[in-house]
């Protein structure tokens, strides 16, 4: 089976990041339709085609854009979430830097529904190509009219920026990411007051992530019914899913919402190395909770994905066979959120601190049992109760580890070797 | 008006309070860290954790404002587990120095995990935490970051109230720490105040470090009497060494809210170390010797009674603005007992040089009780008194905490200490020696007022209550008892005053602007005069 490809349509194109490649396969097409609808028109469009954001959460993107109040006297703002930090997660890099443009356009539709004149793209520090790439694709936007001033003689004006970050994970959390654009260290607000209602500079502003904005030119193109006949009914629309770790063919797949997690790894990945059981897959990028191999057979979906306790969240699925060690990646989870706090929350600055020091003693072989339980404990603690998820995002596959592969832990812990 | 319940409890409260507000009208006290009143909400300690109805997760209650038919729960199992184990992990790093912590025994963090804590700790010795270097912010101020807990309390008070930003913090998770940013010292006036704010033992004032428990100390709340401001303050003593050991700010939201500047918080130690005036001294021909109280006032009372019935222009009496209203009105009544006898306020003229609202440019305590209760004792009077003085016209002069040297200038001093080596009689009432009773025929030790009961009138009309925290050194006396004193030489039954708040009494029958005002009246907030008195 092939992939479904709509985003991914051009990427093997020579070029395919320039403005004039665009426009050969009908680029900037959808902008100049949205131009003669009435925002709300694209709104309700999106909202309708079922598209939901494709940052982590899964929030619904036309309803996210409806909390803009539609008369604010302050200027609204858009900030394309192009910081892709989350380790297993590499899907919006190849948008950045093979087929910009049709980010952009998502961008200046979406702007133009929520009424907004400037748009900010966030991307992170360590994706030079990608941010030369937007940088470039944004100047011949201007060039071609469909940024600045009276857009394709329509009235609409918008400007935008690329806001380069300085490396931080967190920075990918919309508030830390708000507060990183303005110019300070990125640390997430607490919520409320919600970005809609005041986010960036104080004003009303939407944060989207990349793949979310990629897909608005081809619902406002296709029809927000086509859309949503693709997938599965609360599910709509293709999903690139990022394969990783002990798979014979990683890579991005662009497949339908709800495609089988088995399928995906066997019919698209190619299996694991030498046939390999597989140990456990973290479905969703690292801040989900594994799955152990018996759980595989299971619709990868927002809502499906999370009945079964984990998230779609990125959809990076990483792949881990039997040669994998769990207590390594257990301690190697907690050390990477440790080092990414940005530390406002106590069970989140130390919690993870904890974490990374208990599982490194059990895997070198200084643990003891009832560090389990602790781990198990702080786990629960760090969920639910912090500003951002940064500390569920821990919390979530290390207690999932624990629990699946407990075994494995108390038998590293009673053998007392590293 | 919402109407919420808490824990049951059903309250109608005001709008825009938040939940930790909203319980403690009900009597119930949600720990918390990094909420403060005075300071913008930032919900990072995670500490307020509550269960609100309707809400799956538990919510900060520092973030969650009361709406009408709000439920909150503090007391749910879910809700205690959560500040239960906020405390733990806010223990994993801490050092639990308590012991050696000055902070120990008013540490909102020890008292936390006495209600929540968990007893005991799982993470290990102290060979298991983290440990960093202790730092100073200011020549003042000290930073143990080990103690810290990451509330940024301080910086948010450098942000937003002195607007002054010297702090931020550095470093991200684990690593994250308070620090100065570069070229800065967390030296502003008003910087002391951190060390109040911080809920832990993180930021101490450097110069009583492991010098105070806080257990020792009696408190007395009073008024500051460096400035016209009069920010309310609590006066701590230490018995054990006999002296004032700190000054925090009290808060009153009419004069200072929950600040203090730092003249107000460490200048308490030059008026404790300066020379202390601590007997009677009287002039025996040209050597000083110790005199008894009671020499010492026949000696005054029986010059003034001379002048009472000699010539009452060549007598004057000085006081200050340093005064109390009670100093004052009773300088005012001695010198209308003494008939003509000119009562001046020998104010200098000096200015404190500030930079905040809190802090007046006038240093003295009673500006406006000089002008109400020593009424005739106006700029023009004080001039012609001291032409009169420099010219050698007066003879007989009582001064009462006033440095007469502080209000001339170059020339003048010399002239001023001719004519006092002159003059026929100077007596000197005073907590030290000042250049003034360098010249005295008698001095008498005074109380500071620190040692002392009596009211000051501050700079917006509002009468407030200062307080002996602690006795005057040797035999020294409060100036309003020596006054009195002195006045019973006079005139026995005018001035037999039983205690400072009896001469409130007086003034509020006899004073313009002070009806009605009495110690119960002025409390602990202070009272604002009637309107059209001097202000
Ligand atoms: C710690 C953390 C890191 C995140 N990093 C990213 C990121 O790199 N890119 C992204 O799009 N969303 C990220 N998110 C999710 C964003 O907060 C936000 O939900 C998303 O950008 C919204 O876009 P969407 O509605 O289009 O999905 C992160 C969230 C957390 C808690
Ligand atoms: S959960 Fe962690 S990363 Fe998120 S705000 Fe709190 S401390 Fe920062
Ligand atoms: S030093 Fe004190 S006030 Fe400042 S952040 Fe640390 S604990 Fe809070
Ligand atoms: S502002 Fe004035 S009254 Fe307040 S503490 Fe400072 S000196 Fe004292
Ligand atoms: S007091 Fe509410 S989170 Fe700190």
Redesign the pocket.
Known sequence: MPEQRIIRNYVDRTNSYTVGSYLSSGGYSALRKALGMAPGEITDAVKKSGLR???????P?GI?WSFIPPDSKKPVYLCC??????PGSFK?REILEKDPHQMIEGIIIACYAIRSHKAYIYI?GEMPYGAKRIQQAIEEAYEHGYLGKNILLSGFDLDMKLYIGAGA??C???TGLLESIEGKKGEPRPKPPFPAQIGLFGCPTI????E?LACVPHIINNGADWFASIGTPRNTGTKIFGLSGHVNKPGLYELPLGINLLELIEEYGGGTPGGRKIKAVSPGGSSSAVFSADELDIAMDFDTVAAAGSMLGTAGVTVMDETVSMIKVAQNLAHFYRDESCGQCVQCREGTWWLEKILREIDEGKGSIEHLDIILDACSQMRGTTI???AD?CAMPIESIVRKFRDEFEEHIKMGHS | MPKITIDGIELDVDDGLNVIQAAAVAGIEIPHFCYHPSLSVVAQCRQCLVEVEGVPKVLPACNTTVRDGLVVKTDTEKAFEARKAAVEFTLINHPLDCPICDKGGECPLQMTTFTHGPGYSRVGGPEDKKVRQKSYLSDRIMYDANRCIMCTRCVRFTDEVTKTHELGTTGRGFRKKISVFPGKTLDNELAGNVIDICPVGALLPKDTLHDERVWYMEFTDSVCSLCSTGCNITVGVDPRKGEVSRIRPRINEEVNGHWICDRGRFDYKEIQESTRLKDPIMKSDKDYEIASWENAINGIGARLSGMKSGDASACAIAGSARLTNEEMFLVAKLSSTLGDCPAICATGTEKIEKKFDLVSNDPYPNSAGARNLMAQANGDYTKTTIDSLLAGRIDTLVVIEADLFEMVSGQEKDALSRALEKIGFLAVIDYKLTETARYAHVILPAASSYEKDGTFTNDAGRVQKIKKAISPPGKAKPGWEILCMIGEKLDKALFSYGSASDVMDDISLKTPGYGGMSYDGVGTVGKVIEHGAGR
Do not use: H, Q, W
């Open positions: 954001g494709r940052g982590g959460a899964g929030f993107a996210k979430n192009a910081d892709e930090s989350e919006d992170r994970y967190i990918g959390e919309e944060v989207n992530n990349v979310t951002c998820a940064l995002g």
